[in-house]
């Protein structure tokens, strides 16, 4: 059975869809069957791996409503083991279509429960709130990513988020675990950067991925070409950091499945 994690932070502009697209694409490298689910209605990781959204007709919303089967929502895509379930604007409307289905919060869970057997791991990348969408993506995951950036607002929210995913907990999904927190946009040379890793660090430990992913031009650059890094620049520090950190994902899986 495949596991389900959830890229999410409701602060935009800290590297939630850069990491999904990066980690499924570098997970894909490792030999591992990768499907990533595009939750936001900005539809940036389905651009992110060559998919016009304009021209998108099926994908998430429909997986959503429930129109179609999962299976049926789904697109190949050029980077090696990596499918994608695509976004498009029409996903705002989910929310308040949603907003009168009964068990609206796990819309998304029922629909994924035939294709955990199908993939080695499921990402969903998360819209920048914390609406029904999202809760939607919580509830189906079995645990969660957080991407922080190191600069000044950095935890400015993390702890709005932390009691959101406390309530999905209780109400929702009890077995969601924190994955960890992982910290974005590093520059070694500006003082800022080193602070807010220090103060992560210091505050979150063991919940704190070791991988840090640097500030890289080459990983701004590579949406643009509709390639995940791993596919635009492979020697890049970006496609590195974010190889490293599919190997640190999956070497915290193979032992926590070890000991159940």
């Given at each position: ?61 429909q997986a ?71 809760v939607n ?42 994955e960890g ?80």
């Amino acid at each position: 059975m495949g596991k389900i994690v959830a890229i999410a932070n409701q602060k935009g502009g800290v590297g939630k869809t850069t990491t999904a697209v990066n980690l499924a694409a570098s997970l894909g490298v490792l030999e591992q069957k990768v499907l990533l689910i595009d939750a936001d209605p900005q539809a940036n990781s389905t651009s992110g791996l060559g998919y016009d959204p304009k021209v998108i007709e099926v994908g998430t919303y429909q997986a959503l409503e429930h129109t179609l089967p999962a299976i049926d929502c789904i697109q190949a895509t050029a980077t090696p083991n990596v499918d994608l379930m695509p976004s498009h604007l029409d996903l705002v409307a989910v929310e308040l279509e949603l907003v009168d289905k009964p068990n609206r919060e796990k819309m998304l869970k029922n629909a994924l429960s035939m294709l955990k057997k199908e993939y080695d791991y499921i990402i969903i990348d998360c819209a920048p709130s914390l609406g029904l969408i999202t809760v939607n993506a919580l509830s189906a995951a079995d645990s969660v990513i957080i991407p922080i950036q190191c600069e000044y607002f950095a935890l400015e929210g993390l702890g709005k988020l932390l009691n959101t995913i406390k309530s999905i907990q209780r109400l929702h999904n009890p077995d969601l675990s924190i994955e960890g927190l992982l910290l974005t946009m590093y520059d070694s040379r500006l003082r800022l950067s080193n602070q807010v890793v220090e103060e992560v660090q210091t505050h979150f430990q063991h919940i704190v991925f070791n991988t840090i992913i640097q500030r890289n031009v080459r990983l701004s650059e590579a949406p643009s070409y509709g390639e995940s890094i791993i596919m635009y620049d492979a020697a890049s520090t970006g496609a590195v950091n974010y190889l490293n950190l599919a190997r640190e994902f999956l070497d915290k899986n193979s032992k926590e499945h070890a000991i159940a």
